[in-house]
Each structure stands twice: as C-alpha cells, then as structure tokens.
C-alpha cells in the first residue's frame, strides 16, 4: 500500500473506486477489482434475479452476492447504499449494512443526500463512509465533513447514470469540493477513462478516482456483449439527453425519448417510463438496444479496448505502482 491517504482509509493498494453502476455489476466483477487492488463494489441490482424459478427480493440478492463476493477475494469490499430522507430508504438501508457486517464488508459508498439515520446506523457498526452527493454543492460536502463522512466524490456532469443538476464538469466541481472541506479526502468522478484523467483529476486537488463506464468494457462486467461493442465504437459527441439527468448512446429508445423531451414531455413522465420498462437493466444487462438505453459517460472516446479488470486498474493507476 502507499502513503495515499484514500489507500490508509480503505485499505487498498490503489486510490481507485469501482463506482457500483447498479444492473451492471456482479461478484465476479467486484472481486476482480478488489484483487487488482483497487476498491470493488457491489450494486444494488447486483446478481441473479431468480434462483430455481423463485423471484429473489433485492434485499436477499444482496445478502447472496456478497457471501459470493467473499468467496472470491478477501481483499477490502464496498457496499452501494442509497441515502434519503424517508423510511422506506431507510428500512433498506438497515438490512443492507447487516448483510454487510455478515460478510466483514465495512465500506459503504453512499449516493444521494446526508442523512443522519443512515450515518449514525453505518458508524455504529464501525463502518467507513464513502459519500457521493447526487448534486454536489461546498455545502453539502461540508455538512458530510461535518457528520463523520470519511470520504468525499466529487462528480461532475461529466458521468454516466444520473447527472447532477447544474452545469458543473468534473473540472469545476472538484477544486469547489476540494477547497470546500478541511480534512476529508475527494475523489473526483466523471468522464475519467484513463491515465490522463486520473492525472487531471489529482492536478485538481483529489486523491483518488471514482470510475464507472470503463469497467462496464472490462471483461469480468455482465454487460451484454453489443453494449460493450457500442462503448468501443462510440463517441461522446452521439449521446443524447433522455431526461434532464439521464443521457444514453443513440438505441432506438433513447433518440424517442430525447424527441419526446425535446418536445417538451415533462422529465418526470419520461423517467418514470425509463424506470417502469426496467431503467438501466434491458439493454445494458440483458442487451435488447432497440427498447433500452445505454447510460455512460462523455468520455468514451478514450475507450477503445475490452480488457480484464486488471488491466484496467493497472493502466489508470500506472503512476501508483509500487
């Protein structure tokens, strides 16, 4: 491990998060990065839906997932927990922080909002907090600070999956976030696909990276092979807005919902119709392109490679072997 203060916190050999893209994650995947040295972390919709014809709830997969997590690596773990003020948020979040402590995994990488039942709820179980404001503000991350936050992302609109509100890229949100707070580590998010962008990220201030899309063109991920093909070919000059916070490579679906938003169909009917048919999951998991959409960063140009999981963490953290 080196003296990077993200690799103290975590335990890992290398400042680098696998953010959890929630469809788009499994053990296998998990495992790997965590066997690379970087940070694996499950997602929500993480593993089979169904065991032997019987419909697993989300709160069982996760447990199921984990206990296969744990027979692939021993190497530190984190667990995606979405935090919100309201109890049914907070329910979920409970039992997911006891399937995590059953399976000696203690990091918990928080999207959305502070909320002090869920901080109070982690830090009870001795647990690391890795927060990521769905809308970054200097405020909100010094209200993280503040309540015990271990670790700050910072991410710009840059990103796949939902983009913040606002304008700010990942080049104006780090340096905001990391002049905002007095003691907490930032790791940068957004439109980071290699070396370059992880050098820019820490020239801006952050000590580490939190990286989503290039891992969705990783062999171990369970994207469908087409999604994987289209990341490769694609470019981020062909991503369209299917909602005023969700982006997609041109499928069918998503060029009708960017005419539809275009035409001025309110973001919530659109998104809540993205949700209905399965969000992320039809085209990215099970590949139907034609019905779904394809949610990934701005970057991918610099993304012309499906490599192991290893591979990938050892190009980004090229400046960071020992």
Same mark, same amino acid.
């Given at each position: 491990?080196? /003296?990077?203060?993200?690799?103290?916190?975590?335990?890992?050999?290398?400042?680098?998060?696998?953010?959890?893209?929630?469809? &788009?994650?499994?053990?296998?995947?998990?495992?790997?990065?965590?066997?690379?040295?970087?940070?694996?972390?499950?997602?929500?919709?993480?593993?089979?839906?169904? *065991?032997?014809?019987?419909?697993?709830?989300?709160?069982?997969?996760?447990?199921?997932?984990?206990?296969?997590?744990?027979?692939?690596?021993?190497?530190?773990?984190?667990?995606?927990? #979405?935090?919100?003020?309201?109890?049914?948020?907070?329910?979920?979040?409970?039992?997911? *922080?006891?399937?995590?402590?059953?399976?000696?995994?203690?990091?918990?990488?928080?999207?959305?909002?502070? /909320?002090?039942?869920?901080?109070?709820?982690?830090?009870?179980?001795?647990?690391?907090?890795?927060?990521?404001?769905?809308?970054?503000?200097?405020?909100?991350?010094?209200?993280?600070?503040?309540?015990?936050?271990? *670790?700050?992302?910072?991410?710009?609109? /840059?990103?796949?999956?939902?983009?913040? @509100?606002?304008?700010?890229?990942?080049?104006?949100?780090?340096?905001?976030?990391? /002049?905002?707070?007095?003691?907490?580590?930032?790791?940068?998010?957004?439109?980071?696909?290699?070396?370059?962008?992880?050098?820019?990220? #820490?020239?801006?201030?952050?000590?580490?990276?939190?990286?989503?899309?290039?891992?969705?063109?990783?062999?171990?991920?369970?994207? @469908?092979?087409?999604? %994987?093909?289209? &990341?490769?070919?694609?470019?981020?000059?062909?991503?369209?807005?299917?909602?005023?916070?969700?982006?997609?490579?041109?499928?069918?679906?998503?060029?009708?919902?960017?005419?539809?938003?275009? @035409?001025?169909?309110? @973001?919530?009917?659109?998104? %809540?119709?993205?949700?209905? %048919?399965?969000?992320?999951?039809?085209?990215?998991?099970?590949?139907?392109?034609?019905?779904?959409?394809?949610?990934?960063?701005?970057?991918?140009?610099? *993304?012309?490679?499906?490599?192991?999981?290893?591979?990938?963490?050892?190009?980004?953290?090229?400046?960071?072997?020992?």
């Amino acid at each position: 491990m080196n /003296d990077n203060t993200i690799c103290r916190i975590l335990g890992t050999r290398y400042p680098l998060i696998q953010a959890p893209m929630n469809w &788009i994650n499994n053990a296998e995947m998990v495992a790997a990065v965590s066997n690379a040295g970087a940070l694996g972390v499950l997602g929500p919709n993480a593993g089979p839906k169904e *065991i032997d014809g019987r419909r697993i709830p989300t709160e069982e997969r996760i447990s199921i997932e984990l206990s296969r997590v744990r027979r692939l690596t021993s190497a530190p773990v984190g667990i995606n927990i #979405f935090s919100a003020h309201d109890d049914g948020t907070r329910a979920y979040a409970m039992k997911t *922080i006891s399937a995590a402590k059953a399976n000696d995994v203690n990091v918990y990488c928080l999207v959305g909002t502070f /909320d002090d039942v869920i901080y109070k709820a982690i830090k009870a179980a001795g647990g690391i907090i890795v927060h990521r404001e769905l809308n970054p503000t200097a405020e909100s991350a010094r209200v993280a600070e503040d309540n015990g936050a271990d *670790i700050i992302v910072a991410t710009g609109i /840059d990103e796949g999956g939902m983009i913040p @509100a606002g304008c700010m890229g990942t080049f104006t949100i780090v340096p905001e976030i990391v /002049d905002a707070v007095k003691s907490v580590p930032v790791m940068a998010a957004g439109g980071i696909n290699d070396i370059r962008g992880v050098r820019a990220a #820490f020239a801006l201030g952050a000590q580490g990276v939190y990286v989503g899309t290039r891992f969705i063109t990783s062999a171990e991920c369970p994207a @469908a092979q087409i999604v %994987k093909d289209m &990341i490769v070919a694609g470019s981020g000059n062909e991503i369209v807005a299917v909602a005023p916070n969700e982006r997609s490579l041109p499928t069918p679906a998503a060029i009708d919902y960017n005419r539809r938003l275009l @035409a001025g169909e309110s @973001a919530e009917t659109l998104h %809540k119709e993205i949700m209905e %048919k399965g969000g992320l999951g039809p085209a990215m998991l099970h590949g139907d392109v034609t019905n779904g959409i394809v949610s990934v960063n701005t970057g991918i140009s610099t *993304i012309r490679t499906i490599k192991p999981v290893a591979e990938i963490v050892e190009e980004l953290m090229a400046d960071f072997k020992n």
